[in-house]
């Protein structure tokens, strides 16, 4: 659909009495065409883990993201992952903290997710009571993304931090809601505009904080049901 903009600048009638007037000449001007697009959804989106997920909640989530976007769903161990054309969904520490542990072979491997993927949804579970002596390690990731946005600023990025247990349903619901309005498919200029405005996003079960420039905003997701 495409929305055009026009501003009435100036109205002259052929005529002063308006009992007599037939015409008039109006000057306007285009403010130029405002495109609204669809959201194009990536063909792929691949879960990526580094210890096997229950296979009921991948499943469960496979169905909610086809349904959803119309992509080919598929789970993958990061050892062997191939990201090409593809959104990851990273569940590596859904359970532990990942990053604080990592060798360097391992590393390369989270490298090479980053760089070869078209967005990364990086998922942990650091809110939980049994986690918190663990929480500042989560906190690794979000320096990690940073620096990934800092170095290209096309690439989409968002990590969800639950309050809750891994592998429950509800988490689900937040995880599709995410990819559908942050990590689809723009041309370069509106993923241009879009990377200024969510650096990072850390979502726990009540809300999401998108972060914009320097500023932080709160916004309320409706509780799943």
């Not at 109205?11 to 009992?19: A, F, K, N, R, T």
């Not at 359970?95 to 990086?122: M, Q």
């Not at 690794?140 to 247990?165: M, P």
Request: hydrophobic share 35%; glycine share 2%; charged share 20%.
């Amino acid at each position: 659909m495409r929305r055009v903009r026009i501003s009435f600048d100036l109205e002259v009638p052929d005529l002063l009495d308006q009992q007599f007037q037939s015409s008039s000449v109006i000057i306007s001007t285009n403010e130029g065409p405002d495109v609204i697009e669809a959201p194009k959804f990536p063909s792929r989106i691949s879960i990526v883990h580094v210890s096997q997920p229950p296979n009921s909640w991948t499943d469960d989530l496979a169905l909610a993201l086809r349904n959803a976007t119309g992509a080919d769903v598929d789970v993958q161990p990061l050892d062997r992952a191939n990201l090409e054309n593809a959104i990851c969904i990273f569940v590596g520490e859904a359970e532990t903290p990942f990053l604080s542990t990592i060798d360097s072979e391992a590393f390369e491997k989270i490298r090479n997710l980053l760089i070869t993927s078209h967005g990364v949804l990086w998922l942990s579970c650091s809110r939980r009571v049994s986690n918190q002596d663990d929480e500042p390690l989560y906190a690794q990731a979000n320096g990690l993304l940073r620096t990934l946005r800092s170095e290209d600023s096309t690439q989409r990025c968002v990590r969800l931090d639950f309050d809750t247990d891994p592998w429950t349903k509800n988490q689900i619901t937040f995880i599709t809601h995410v990819v559908r309005h942050n990590l689809t498919q723009r041309n370069p200029l509106q993923t241009s505009r879009a990377s200024t405005k969510y650096r990072m996003a850390s979502c726990m079960s009540l809300g999401c904080i998108p972060m914009q420039q320097q500023t932080m905003k709160l916004v309320k997701y409706p509780s799943p049901h």
